[in-house]
């Protein structure tokens, strides 16, 4: 854990006013459907800090900051790959082409996604759902 969780002006100070946006809302979108433990973490080698959703030691996705980036991060076990494919054709070409390209080991496929934007945040939801039914209605 970090020994000081940053700012927001420290945040938009590390993403960029817009990234830092785009971060906020993503939260905030994970808030609304989950209620999750958060923990701050450094983000080692390649980020700045990784800030991680969970419950009962297991988490459901992972955000990173560091320079001018933003990283979403979902690692899908077996039988969460499974119900990747069953919505693939409800999901958009971009999410699926990341989705394939990521790599798998021994306990999971590990995707990672770098949003600029809010636009793929839906389907984000939808591939959180899949590791965990939303507890909060909205």
Known sequence: MLEAIPSAAVMAELLGQSLFEVWRALCAAIDVNYDLERVWNSGGKNWTYEYKYRRGGKTLCCL?????????MVIFGREERTKFEEIRGTLSHDICRQYDAAKTYHDGKWVMFEPTDCAGFDDYMKLLAIKRKPNRSK
Request: net charge positive; charged share 20%; proline share 0%.
């Open 64 to 72: 990173y900051a560091k320079r001018n980036c933003i990283g979403f």
